[in-house]
């Protein structure tokens, strides 16, 4: 046998059943063997195995045995004259295997190898090369000073940045979620140290490898997708601490002879030190927008004391009161969410802020000593009403994916065949939680045959498409789609910003940089409907009127300088005046505000089904605004209108309808 494929599993099934895929269309004409071993993994690995890819041979765990000790079990049954150890949150091209048995066939020296591995945004992973932590490499790692100079041999010679990726060179290791060894070399060398529990495993054998008179090189011949950390982060913290003990255990292992002894405690401090920075800087990674509101208010609630009284004694008096003003809006601000699933949700900041305002006004009618000043509390409550607000605005612009609004949909569009490409575009047309706007459909191959208003073009005008129509997602959603073809867009699709997804073979997953989403359709239909619950009704029924009447009196003014500013376009388009669209600042609701007289008695809702969708009146109103305006998607369908109105039935609550009116405003 030539090749045996060993795969540690962890708690990753779509990945594991994206890599498999890739792996059965490359080992065509290769003899081969595929070991899969689960660490008590519970998200159903077993049973999509046992399914899916029945030839594959399986070792279960009954617990987590860490990297080395699972891959140990399955070389020790190995048969293949050549082993490769991969990790599940791979793709590989189709002729990686045999490009790999080629090159160790023509470098018998060499013991152990690794190919160009790239991230999923196309960009090299570093650690697919690289030298061992002696204590000058580990400096300069652990210092910044490899960051800082890339390109610098000095400085770089931790992963060894200063080299060009497409140069075949000898590297002192190589990544563990790719090595591909030959039988007897690992006879000679041994197995796995599990003294390693996960991570540094691999740069403990490639010493071994050196140390057995082995050569290890790195050869850019052909390459791989690895999706970093995805078996890793479901250990959490642990997975942070794991990496630093691991370099603590290399550093004591192989370091610890005479004359590297004082170094020896220097490198192992230093591990210490940056494992300690780690924990802080994950923390604050996690907590940066609480930090963002508690320096805001305390700045807006300094500069609102300061215009009260103009004098720098008062601040010293207010010290304690805004502390506690400050906690309460923090604490209102946890209580809706914009900590974690609604980081950027702008309905809920103005509905916190006002939260958080009327907690405080409350404090200062029953504790006397908090109501040293009402005007402070009111500049201050405006200017919060500005700031929560609006750097979150900002903030989603740049990142949609992290915290993001349930609304906050990204461009998307959808690659491979008509037929699997409508089924994937059709489900994430009905699918919101995931936060995708499918745009169109790109073919493969142009087929004049093919008529659809949903394709745009075939695949060789990718590029121009995601440019058009500023698409920041790619999904390929072909059984057939070539892997080698696909590596050759991911840099370029990186380049300009955008993501790559991938659907494996069975059309339920999409696949991307750090999440697996399932869009299957469900088969048990929850009945419980958020829309008809009493408290639901009320409030929305209250909520119609109040922002109905918001709108009236907003909508007058607007009008009315628009027919004013037309005038003035009239009397001046000679001279090249420019004319101002109010409809882009009012989306689809300006030309529906007439109607809100219906809202007024209770025909129509601000938000609601389609007006043109026929169902029953009584049973759901019909809104201003529904979900699918602010889809902006193709013609949908009408089982997926149906879909649509299905979702915002079971979500339905006032602070939902208030972001879909806010997005239909806006015209976003």
Known sequence: MQLSIIIVNYNVKAFLQQALHSLYKSLSGISAEIIVVDNNSVDGSLQMLENTFPDVQVIPNDKNLGFAKANNQALKIARGRYVWLLNPDTLVQEDTPAKLIEYMENHPSVG????????????????????????????????????????????????????????ETPVDAVSGSCMFTRREAVDAVGLLDEDFF?????????????????????????SIVHYKGESSKYAGWDALGNFYRAMDIFAHKHFRGLR??????????????????????RFGQDAWPLFVDAGGIIAIMALSIFVRFYQQEAFGAYVVIASVYLLIWLFSFRSVGLYNRYRYSISRAIVAVGLGFL???????????????????????????????????????????????????????????????????????????????????????????????????????LPDLILIHD?????????????????????????????????????????????????????????????????????KRLGDLALGSLLTLTWWPVTTLQAKWKKFHRSSSEMGAISWDSGKRWGVVKERLPMLRQVWQGKLSLVGAPIDLIMDNELVKPGLVSLEDIRQSNQLEENERIKLLNYYLHNQSFLFDLEILLKAISGQ
Request: charged share 25%; net charge positive; glycine share 8%.
């Open 198 to 222: 996960m991570y540094g495993e691999d740069l403990d054998w490639a010493f071994r490898f050196h140390k057995a008179g082995w050569e290890v090189r790195y050869t850019p011949i052909t």
């Open 112 to 167: 152990l190898c690794g190919c160009k591995i790239l991230n999923a945004d196309g960009s090299l992973q570093l650690a697919c090369r690289r030298k061992f932590p002696k204590p000058w490499v580990s400096f300069t790692k652990l210092s910044g000073l490899a960051r800082l100079f890339p390109n610098s041999k000095l400085f770089g010679q931790y992963n060894l940045t200063y080299l060009d990726p497409d140069e």
């Open 260 to 281: 590297w002894r004082p170094l020896h405690w220097m490198l192992r401090l230093g591990i210490m030190v940056r494992y300690l920075g780690s924990v802080v800087g």
């Open 359 to 461: 907690f405080n006004v409350t404090l200062t009618f029953f504790f006397k000593q908090f109501a040293f000043s009402r005007q402070v509390l009111i500049l201050a409550f405006l200017g919060i009403l500005i700031w929560v607000p609006a750097w979150r605005i900002l903030a989603s612009r740049r990142n949609r994916r992290d915290g993001s609004s349930p609304l906050d949909f990204r461009k998307t569009l959808i690659v491979g065949d008509l037929e699997n490409a409508r089924h994937i575009y059709s489900r994430l047309n009905t699918h919101l939680e995931y936060g995708y706007q499918p745009v169109g459909i790109v073919l493969e191959k142009n087929d004049p045959g093919e008529v659809d208003n949903k394709v745009l073009g075939d695949i060789s005008d």
């Open 471 to 539: 698409i920041r997602e790619v999904i390929f959603a072909s059984e057939q789609i070539n892997l080698k073809q696909l590596f050759g867009y991911i840099p370029q699709l990186g380049k300009m910003g955008v993501n790559f997804r991938l659907v494996p073979g069975n059309l339920t997953f999409i696949i991307g940089k750090s999440s697996v989403e399932d869009i299957r359709d469900i088969q048990l239909v929850d009945m419980r409907f958020d829309y008809f619950r009493p408290w639901n009704r009320l409030m």
